[in-house]
T-cell receptor, first 113, second 111 residues
Framework: DTGVSQDPRHKITKRGQNVTFRCDPI?????LYWYRQTLGQGPEFLTY????????KSRLLSDRFSAERPKGSFSTLEIQRTEQGDSAMYLC???????????FGNGTRLTVT | GESVGLHLPTLSVQEGDNSIINCAYS??????FIWYKQESGKGPQFIID?????DKRQGQRVTVLLNKTVKHLSLQIAATQPGDSAVYFC??????????FGQGTELSVKP
């Protein structure tokens, strides 16, 4: 499978716990994006990386959220002290050089109880 | 259809009919637009894209029309099939390569 891979697919956690999600982009894609999607809504931009550099963060990304892409390949998104409002689908997408469409993974569905 | 709270606009069509899904975008400076299809439990899947220097682009069974004057985008699906049932999102490239998504339309195909 050469698509964007996300792990885990589902995560259930208790409020206050920390969670970490992983994204493996399409090989050689230098830009990687994180989006969040709640039920009935379109994906909302959170942050993106060009290689290992985090170039933009949305105001949606509170200080409890942190994303890394240490070697310019896979990325992790960590949420600390989870709240019920963090329950959502977290989508990762990647894109190569030039103008081409974002390719999305199948997301990690987070449920905070 | 009307969208209230978490309810998506919906479109119901008969199998074999043509479908037209509409989208209004917000930024007149956007220069790249994409339609995505999202099935339940999956991420958005690319369907077709169009740049602002075009007003029409055709793919296999799909056509995208862009009207920059009124900031309107539409997706036409020919001979709609049950496998086309999904939520469809338009997205605009709004600076720096990040995409801004619309609310989405749920397409239901009746056999």
């Amino acid at each position: 499978d050469t698509g964007v891979s996300q792990d885990p697919r589902h995560k259930i956690t208790k409020r206050g716990q920390n969670v970490t999600f992983r994204c493996d982009p399409i090989s050689e894609h230098n830009r990687l994006y994180w989006y969040r999607q709640t039920l009935g809504q379109g994906p909302e931009f959170l942050t993106y990386f060009q290689n290992e550099a985090q170039l933009e963060k949305s105001r949606l990304l509170s200080d409890r959220f942190s994303a890394e892409r240490p070697k310019g390949s896979f990325s992790t998104l960590e949420i600390q002290r989870t709240e019920q409002g963090d329950s959502a689908m977290y989508l990762c997408a990647s894109i190569g050089q030039g103008n081409s469409p974002l390719h999305f993974g199948n997301g990690t569905r987070l449920t905070v109880t | 259809g009307e969208s209230v709270g978490l309810h998506l606009p919906t479109l119901s069509v008969q199998e074999g009919d043509n479908s037209i899904i509409n989208c209004a975008y917000s930024n007149s400076a956007s220069d790249y637009f994409i339609w995505y299809k999202q099935e339940s439990g999956k991420g958005p899947q690319f369907i077709i894209d169009i740049r602002s220097n075009m007003d029409k682009r055709q793919g296999q069974r799909v056509t995208v029309l862009l009207n920059k004057t009124v900031k309107h985008l539409s997706l036409q699906i020919a001979a709609t099939q049950p496998g086309d049932s999904a939520v469809y999102f338009c997205a605009e490239n709004n600076q720096g390569g990040k995409l801004i998504f619309g609310q989405g339309t749920e397409l239901s195909v009746k056999p």
